[in-house]
């Protein structure tokens, strides 16, 4: 008998168990799906889904060392230039 580890298959989260899991609220993340700045995802029967080693390298690229280092990016939705032109 082999003790390697069971190959499991890739366990998918919908918006609001990925959310919870990366600590943000749904809305945001759905504005991080809108604006293409959010974790790759996945649609499955017209259902969003995101693969949870997917989560953890989109949360990886937010990794900072020091307040002063710029890092990889900050991990914050970005504005639409045409929306927030309408508000001026």
């Known amino acids: ?43 499955l029967g017209g259902r969003v889904v995101y693969a949870v080693e997917d989560l953890l390298a989109w949360a990886k690229l937010g990794t900072k060392y020091s307040t002063s280092d710029p890092g990889q990016g900050d991990l914050v939705p970005r504005h639409s230039a045409a929306r927030s032109g309408a508000r001026a």
Do not use: Q, V
């Not at 499991?8 to 604006?35: I, N, V």
């Open 1 to 43: 008998m082999s003790n390697a580890p069971p190959i499991l298959p890739p366990r998918f989260l919908r918006t609001p168990e990925a959310a919870r899991f990366l600590g943000l609220s749904g809305r945001t993340l759905e504005k991080h799906r809108y604006f293409g700045t959010g974790p790759t995802y996945r649609r």
